[in-house]
């Protein structure tokens, strides 16, 4: 009984042994795929869209690493492939690099205005970054203005791997001011399934860098790109949403430009529903901050010269998200501000009737009354309480 | 005392309790989520996790007075007292089997995973069969044993499953639980019916408390197990719910495994924690099939006492491993285990009820 | 024929020494040490003094072993006393009147017996004692002097504490027994002598504590030692793997010490301990593998830095097992699971490697076992250094020659240092044999194969005994009382009871604020 319990160990033994490795393929044998950017040839070849894919490689040798204290050489490796599926494209890449791309460490992902604009495609495309399992959720996606692999093209002065650089970028922009929320593929997933249209941040390739232009809106139904957000319109949107610590408020008062830092947004949405022809949407926006720039030479150290600019401040706020959503209703009807979602959490029965009618079809959403009351605080009026004395009148 | 002599097949409360969660949680626990999610509104599949709870409860809590009517009763003696020998023998033979189709349901649903998350090139043959040889291994040892894995198994499992649902607040989003209370009631009903799904494997209590050290304990402590299972359960779909939204959750093929790949490990000691998820899961499903094989191996060694235990092991993992062969895909796999599950959960309450209905016709009195 | 002929030879010569031990002594004095001579062979350290007592008519003889006994105890108490002896004799009455009185009043030796066949004189001589024969009496005086060069007692070589008794055990049986005699004063301290080895005659003694220790425990380490049938025993070693329950486990189900105040905590919870006479290495049975990972300064350290240890030593013996494996999977398999800067750098210091992950690992770990070899064989100073230049000098030019990669280096010597954390070497011997399996598996499936093998060796574990007691418990089964001194050390207040799976008959060790 013993014995033949250990001949089974061996035989256990043996046979794992025996197997063989199929899938032992060594690190230095893989392509790190870091970031990939795809872009939208002109017409359509065979009746599908003709993509081209860009995938950066890492080249590990390249790396400065402070051992070997850098060989000189470049650290990626940008290569481009053409073709109507994605998937289709990676394997053919493996051709070319002499290493298998791989993609688990894929960090980013970015997608010309052009594919954007195309209806559905952009859902397409999407749906191997979903699938496939070597592919994390938590890619991050951006929408670049022009050709979409100039973005992996730049030379950044601080990172040697452009695709690291705007990770990082988006993730210190998460963690700190929130101006550039970014987008996870994950995230776009679960906005696609229910329909909801949503914000990409919108950038544009520089030299050495990239600017930001504010996001892109992608609207849900329509499966597509419909329009986009200035830096300001998107600091209205993160109050709406009333999730952001950062951005600024710049306004006058009595003639001075004064500059509000925002440290903290609170909003809170009541939605009417009883006339779902004409939803009331009361949005309530709570903002902390401090006076962060003062040009001219107040003293604003007294409660009735704070108190002023706080209104001053609501009412800047209140007219720059009232212009943004009433951008947003006409001109692009897209509820960026997830209310349909908020609809969905609260008048669950409501919404089942009129959620074919919110953006598109009888456009309730273009239609809802939506008004925005803003409270400000000013925490802090700065260390100092001017730089000079007195100014000539 | 009670150790020091030697090979005592006795089963502790401790053991008895743990058997429950041990068996339960294993294939189903991966991919409820999204079956629950897909009969439900918002984050009411709670509703549905607790109602298939608490008819498992009703079930295991039935299974284990049924059992402790008899003391230290093999399945096979106490049956034979109630309904005759031959029907018995066929009630036996008949758990027995449905075991056996379990541990090959998830010999082969654990190799369909792990090419999923960690294999690309690997043969499912190959995966399957180391698996199956490990559980041959442990079979081949002593039953108590296996008892005792489970408890060794069981805290890395509920460790790692809380440390993922806590690393995961992260992105959790509590509007995504609303809204509450919307399922229709075929919603609930349909919702509960796959939920039964992951709740199956109670059989081997039929047999495995004939075991029992403190047998008048034992229906507690399974109740308690059957709850744990629920708490777990509650757990992870509420998280789910609340990470990738309902919608979401819909849509994942294995949501629960999809919870561990968003997790970032603080410190960023490994990027994908799934891969450790699974790792660590492999031993859930480990405890699984050893305790479906080891009924499989317990009915038919009732049935032929004189045979070496041995003989019915080299009988049955071809025959497990074949089964689990068979199906060629993922849907026909998801076909085979859904009918498992629902005739091991049939089999189970139709025997409990007509061998209790029939000892209490007959007047039979808890033995004491 | 070579084979059968040694078979058979063998056989003979057994049976001719045992046919010579049943010899009966003579009254004949001559022909009493002419049969020692013979028995023995007259070697050259066989000390035989013929002298006459009494007025000069009486023969008398000392036989001992030069070497074995303490000669001035031989001078003073026994020649000096024998010699000055007057006393009248006539008959043959007289002559034992005469042994008997010697026996009663002359000899100043506190031990001493009689003998009365040749089989009780050959085991007292070769033991150490001293044998007196007078002629006319058919029996003879077996005094115990023995001495001769033993050693001092050192601290511990193997076991090294920063706090706690610098003592450690010496070859000497007796020097052990009292060590741990002087540990536990308590009365019911019980020491059963036994002899192994059919030639070496060892003195074994088994070593409990009545009323503490479960007797089932006792009966079953009996019944074991007692089928101990070899030639010669001359380490603990040889006993531990003859009564052990698994020959084919890795692990070690007794644990060996050489410290005193290990083995008598041990016997105070509730342990047996086998001594041996020849060596320091005293056996503690039964053990569990909680156990072998304990080192007594978990106690004698206050609990927080007791419990920082052990976790510290649980990681470690994690670390020891499965680091290599972990770094060859995530290297070959699942390089999505490191950090993506790491992944390059990785990738980046491979760049260059001629040999997979596996053979780099493997490598690396025989070099490392062959220096751990190595520095065992030398002598300290040289050992140490075998340490430095292949530590250093062979890894550093294995990296610039670019055979092995930086990261392996560190992966290796972290496993090297997390092994020496185990307290136990016997169980640092176990894990590295179990680390190669883990290579193995890690190599061919991954972290899948990993687990597996894990799963293996918890099944291992589960059905292990060490007489009769789980070897893997409190883990499993699981013993929620024990818990509390595993991984965590708790405070002393609350460690109130003696492990609760070795059924002790007293459970509790202490009371509190009860006097």
Redesign the interface.
């Known amino acids: ?1 013993n014995k ?3 001949l ?2 061996l ?3 043996l ?3 025996l ?10 044998d ?1 392509g ?1 795929v ?1 970031g990939s950017a795809i872009d939208l040839k002109d017409g359509k070849v065979d009746g599908n869209y003709d993509l081209t894919l860009t995938n950066q490689f ?1 080249v ?2 390249g ?1 400065n ?1 402070p ?2 204290g850098g060989s000189g050489g470049k650290a990626f490796m940008n290569l481009s492939g053409s073709g109507d599926s994605v998937f289709a494209i990676d394997q053919e890449m493996a051709s070319l690099t002499s290493k298998m791309p ?1 993609f ?2 894929l ?1 980013l992902l970015v997608v010309s205005d052009e594919l954007l604009e195309t209806p559905h495609l952009f859902a397409d495309v999407l749906d191997v970054f979903v699938r496939d ?2 592919m ?3 890619v991050k996606v951006v929408a670049a203005k022009g050709e979409a692999k100039d973005i992996l093209g730049i030379q950044p002065e601080n990172e040697q791997l452009p695709a ?1 650089y705007i990770n990082n970028l988006l993730e210190v922009s998460m963690k700190k001011t929130n101006l550039f929320k970014p987008m996870h593929v ?1 995230d776009i ?2 906005m696609l ?2 329909n909801s249209s949503f914000i990409i941040p919108y950038v544009i390739a520089a030299k050495n860098k990239v600017d930001y232009k504010g996001g892109a809106i992608f609207h849900g139904y329509e499966d597509k790109l419909v329009g986009f957000l200035d830096e300001k319109e998107m600091t209205a949107l993160n109050l709406v949403n009333g999730d952001t610590h950062g951005g600024t408020i710049t306004f006058t008062y009595d003639g001075d430009l004064i500059t509000f830092k925002i440290n903290n947004a609170k909003s809170d949405v009541k939605l009417d529903t009883k006339d779902p022809e004409s939803i009331n949407i009361t949005v309530d926006i709570g903002v902390e901050g401090g006076i962060a720039e003062v040009f001219g030479n107040k003293n604003l150290n007294n409660s009735q010269t704070l108190s002023e600019i706080e209104k001053e401040i609501s009412k800047q706020i209140e007219t720059m998200t009232g212009q943004t959503i009433a951008r947003t209703q006409k001109e692009m009807n897209a509820d960026i501000f997830a209310f349909d ?2 609809l ?3 008048h ?2 409501t919404w089942q009737k009129i959620k074919d009618n919110w953006d598109h079809g009888e456009n309730l959403f273009a239609k809802s009354n939506i008004r925005v009351n803003a409270k400000a605080h000013v925490r802090t009026a700065g260390a100092s309480e001017k730089v000079e004395g007195n100014r000539k009148e | 005392m009670k150790w020091f002599t030697y090979a005592d097949p006795k089963i502790d409360d401790k053991e008895i309790m743990i058997i429950v969660p041990s068996m339960l949680i294993g294939g189903g626990i991966l991919t409820f989520p999204r079956f629950v999610a897909d009969e439900t509104v918002g984050s009411d599949g709670w509703i549905v996790i607790l109602i298939g709870g608490m008819l498992t409860l009703l079930v295991a809590w039935t299974v284990a007075k049924l059992a402790t009517m008899f003391p230290n009763q093999s399945f096979l003696s106490y049956a034979s007292a109630i309904v005759s020998k031959p029907v018995a023998v066929i009630l036996t033979f008949l758990l027995g089997t449905i075991s056996m189709l379990i541990a090959s349901y998830v010999v082969r649903n654990i190799a369909n995973t792990a090419k999923e998350y960690l294999f690309e090139q690997t043969p499912m043959e190959v995966i399957a069969l180391t698996f199956l040889l490990v559980v041959i291994y442990a079979i081949s040892s002593s039953r108590i044993g296996l008892f005792r894995l489970n408890m060794l198994f069981f805290p890395f499992i509920f460790l790692i499953t809380i440390i993922i649902m806590l690393l995961n607040i992260k992105w959790f989003d509590f509007g995504d639980l609303l809204p509450m209370f919307q399922t229709s009631f075929t919603g609930y009903i349909k919702g509960t019916g796959s939920m039964i799904t992951s709740y199956v494997g109670l059989g081997i209590l039929l047999f495995y408390l004939a075991l029992a050290d403190r047998p008048k304990r034992a229906p507690k402590m399974v109740s308690i197990g059957v709850c744990i299972v629920m708490f777990f359960y509650f757990l992870v779909f509420i998280t789910c719910i609340g990470v990738f939204g309902h919608a979401g959750t819909a849509n994942l093929l294995n949501p629960t495994v999809e919870l561990a790949k968003q997790v970032e490990i603080p410190g960023g000691i490994f990027e994908r924690a799934e891969v450790v998820f699974y790792v660590i899961w492999i031993m859930a499903i480990f405890n699984t099939t050893t305790m479906a094989f080891d009924i499989a191996v317990l009915a038919l060694h009732s049935i032929f006492k004189k045979a070496n235990k041995m003989t019915f092991i080299f009988i049955l993992s071809p025959l497990i491993y074949l089964i689990s062969m068979i199906p060629e895909n993922l849907v026909e796999l998801n076909h085979f285990g859904t009918f498992v599950s629902y005739v091991s959960a049939g089999t189970t309450v139709f025997v409990t009820i007509l061998l209790l209905i029939i000892a209490k016709i007959r007047g039979m009195k808890q033995v004491e | 024929m070579a084979r059968s002929r040694f078979g058979r030879h063998k056989k003979q010569q057994q049976t001719k020494v045992e046919a010579s031990f049943a010899i009966e002594i003579f009254k004949d004095i001559e022909q009493n040490i002419k049969n020692l001579n013979n028995m023995l062979d007259a070697p050259d350290d066989l000390m035989t003094r013929e002298f006459t007592i009494g007025h000069g008519e009486q023969q008398a003889a000392i036989a001992y072993i030069d070497g074995l006994v303490d000669k001035e105890l031989l001078q003073n108490n026994i020649l000096e006393n024998l010699q000055n002896l007057s006393v009248e004799q006539q008959s043959e009455e007289d002559v034992e009147a005469m042994f008997d009185k010697i026996y009663q009043t002359f000899i100043s030796i506190n031990k001493i017996k009689k003998g009365t066949t040749l089989d009780d004189i050959s085991n007292g001589i070769l033991s150490g004692n001293t044998v007196f024969y007078l002629d006319g009496i058919d029996a003879v005086l077996i005094m115990d002097i023995k001495g001769g060069e033993t050693r001092a007692i050192e601290q511990p070589i193997t076991e090294t504490l920063i706090r706690g008794p610098r003592t450690s055990f010496v070859e000497s049986i007796g020097t052990n027994i009292s060590l741990i005699r002087r540990n536990i004063r308590a009365p019911n301290l019980r020491l059963k002598t036994s002899q192994v080895g059919r030639r070496s005659k060892n003195n074994l003694v088994l070593a409990y504590v009545e009323g503490i220790v479960n007797p089932e425990i006792v009966q079953e380490v009996s019944r074991r030692l007692e089928t101990i049938d070899l030639d010669d025993a001359p380490e603990s070693g040889f006993i531990e793997q003859w009564i052990e329950d698994s020959f084919l486990s890795p692990f070690p189900q007794m644990m060996d010490t050489e410290r005193p105040d290990v083995v008598s905590s041990s016997l105070l919870q509730g342990k047996v301990a086998i001594i041996l006479d020849g060596t320091p290495f005293v056996l503690i049975a039964p053990t569990t593998l909680g156990d072998i990972l304990k080192s007594p300064e978990d106690y004698y350290e206050r609990w927080l830095y007791g419990t920082l240890l052990r976790v510290l030593r649980y990681i470690g013996a994690f670390l020891a097992l499965f680091l290599p494996a972990i770094y060859i999977s995530l290297v070959s398999f699942h390089q999505g699971l490191l950090p993506s800067k790491l992944a390059f750098s990785i990738a980046a210091s491979r760049e260059g490697v001629p040999f997979p992950a596996f053979v780099e690992a493997m490598l690396m770990v025989i070099t490392m076992e062959l220096l751990q070899e190595a520095g065992v064989r030398l002598p300290t100073p040289i050992g140490q250094t075998i340490g430095i230049v292949g530590g250093l000098v062979i890894g550093e030019a294995a990296v610039q020659a670019g055979i092995v990669s930086p990261v392996m280096l560190i992966v290796i010597a972290l496993t090297a240092i997390a092994a020496f954390t185990t307290p136990t070497f016997s169980l640092s011997i176990s894990l590295r044999i179990l680390r190669f399996g883990f290579m193995f598996a890690a190599a061919f499936l991954g972290l899948y194969g990993v687990i597996l093998v894990y799963v293996m060796i918890n099944i291992h574990l589960v059905n292990l005994k060490s007489f009769g007691v789980p070897y893997a418990t409190p883990f499993a089964p699981t013993m929620l009382g024990d818990m509390k001194d595993l991984v965590l050390r708790a405070p002393r207040f609350m460690l109130m009871k003696r492990p609760e799976y070795l059924q002790t008959e007293d459970e509790k060790s202490a009371n509190k604020g009860e006097k």
Do not use: A
Not at chain 1, 19 to 28: A, H, Q, R, S
């Open positions: 009984m033949k319990r250990y089974l160990l035989y256990c033994l046979i794992t042994m197997t063989g490795c199929w899938d032992n393929v060594p690190i230095e893989r790190f870091i890492v590990p040798p790396l690493s051992m070997n791989f688990e460490h960090k399992k070597e994390r959720r938590g690291v994950g997933h679960q399934l229910t979602q908020k969905n959490e609260r669950y029965h």
